[in-house]
């Protein structure tokens, strides 16, 4: 399901994760990126919590 989120609020998706920090960098980008490039850019920010997303399972998956 975070994946679904992830297509269209990448900051809230990346802030269900608890990278809190790096939720609000991403949407203080992301805000005026939307705005200013039409949406060019939220591919960017899609990958980027995917990635995140990937390696949190990963991480998980790892633990004994």
Partial sequence: MNYVLALFLPPLSILLLGRIIL??????????????????????FIVLAWILIYQDHADRRGRP
């Fill in 23 to 44: 939720s609000l960098v991403v949407f203080v980008i992301w805000v005026p990126a939307i705005i200013f490039s039409g949406g060019l850019t939220h591919p960017m």
